[in-house]
């Protein structure tokens, strides 16, 4: 397994991690426990070193989960989690980083993950009530207490990110980031380079979509969050058909599938990006791991970009509430 560097600082970690959300949370019923836990093992088997995690999803279990499969390769791993939410409000949307309910986070996450420290520690989303400079004080505060070893944010502005920076060291960012959302290429990617901050793209095969497994006809249970997404309506699905059908083409030509190829057009972008596609399949997590030995050409890739730049995709990626959270 090829490795990455997280910014000029920040943890080594491999080229693919795994994102473990969908184990338990957000994506339709839950697997069967011990199937994702031997899915951790086979993942750590093989090679990935980097996975992700938030005290948000369950609440608690997704942590839990972890904490347990990872418990056999704890010196050989990096676990991420994140804080922001206020999980004793009513539902578990209401955000809340002041620095008891961030402690608060850490010690728990500390006990479910069964770990001494955290390897990073990601603010979930930016919450407007809390100076970002406070949070990253207390983070700051953690850290020489040894209980995190590094500080990240999640869905930040580039002014949010710097002004955290000038208290404590970002050592990576998570955001959405994929063919289908390349928003963070405005000003996100730009400053990572700039203050030497990895990045970290979430949904980097666009919630599935990418994969080119999803159409039109699909249905979403209760518990999957794309049920309420605009951009998984029928209509948007059916609309935005041609980017799946472009990375189809450019994968024939490459023996790979397009989620290898959208997973490959990423790591193409910068050296310190490393994405988190989740699975609870054996299969599919044998497909990621492979894109780290697939490589596309610049020519490849501005193929790529060409083509897509003359495309209008469908659909907001967020209900415009929510939206409004990430822009912070």
Known sequence: MKTRRLGKSGPMVSAIGLGCMGMNYHRGP?????????????????????????????????????GEALAAFRNDVCIATK????????????????PERIREAAEGALRRLRVEAIDLFYQHRVDPNVPIEEVAGTVQELIQEGKVKYFGLSEASAATIRRAHAVTPVSAIQSEYSL???EPEIDILLLCEELGIGFVPFSPLGRGYLTGKIDETATFGANDNRASLPRFTAQA??????IVDLLAKIGQEKNATPAQVALAWLLAQKPWIVPIPGTTKVHRLEENIA???MKLTPEDVQHIDIAITQMTIQGDRYPQAEAERTKR
């Open 291 to 293: 894109v780290t030995q």
């Open 237 to 242: 699905l059916k609309a935005n058909r041609p």
């Open 30 to 66: 839950a697997p069967d426990r011990k199937e994702m836990i031997q899915l951790i093992h086979e993942a750590g088997a093989r090679g990935i070193t980097f996975f992700d995690t938030a005290e948000v999803y369950g609440p608690f279990t997704n942590e839990e989960l972890v």
């Open 180 to 182: 289908w959302w390349r």
């Open 83 to 98: 804080f922001g939410f206020d999980l004793k409000a009513s539902g578990s949307n209401q955000l809340n980083s002041r």
